[in-house]
């Protein structure tokens, strides 16, 4: 497999509870992936998978020639810190940093960097709140933010436009679109219908 990211009859069961189920996929580099299916199918376990997060119950995951799960934890601790950036679902944003503290922190990114890309989302007004002090959409656009700043090769953002309006889901889609032009590869989880990612070149469309 000389894909950039590769997956092999993947298969993922919590106990009883099989999620995914034989899974194929190659993925070149560049592309943008749009992944959709309905709530608890499995969304979110496939990204945390593509990610080297959770080592899948069967089959074969390869990133740059390489399967991450038979590396040691550390080694794939430091892989995915090169080459994968994440926007959670959940966000997780330190709740003691500020905004521009936790769009930093990954790799203490240089401020004026992160403060050009936090305006670009519409954060200006905002470097200095906590997460606690931000609405839900600012939140994801941090974490967004956060993911970009270290220039990953791979991005997997799971529905990063869920909790915004059609502004800042434009500027989100903005964010992944020029983070994919400078020739990262993205991998989108999304419950948004088809014509919110109108401006979206999706490369290749997965349902699950
Ligand atoms: N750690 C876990 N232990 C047991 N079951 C889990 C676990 N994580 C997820 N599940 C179950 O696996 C299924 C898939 O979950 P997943 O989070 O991947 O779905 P999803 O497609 O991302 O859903 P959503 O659109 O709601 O985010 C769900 O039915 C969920 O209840
Ligand atoms: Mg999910």
Redesign the pocket.
Known sequence: MSAFLAVENLSHS??K?E?LAQMNLQIEAGEFVVVR?A???????LLSILGCMLRPSAGMVQLKGVDPFSLSASERAQLRAQDVGFVF?TMHLLPFLNVLQNACLPIRADPQTAKAMLSELGLTDRLDHKPAQLSVGERQRVALARALLPQPKLLLAD?PTGNLDDVNSGRVIDGLIQFQQMGGTVIL?T?SPPSALSRLQATQQLS?
């Open positions: 919590y106990g509870l999620v299916g709530s608890g199918s499995g969304k979110s376990t679902q529905e989880a419950h699950l």
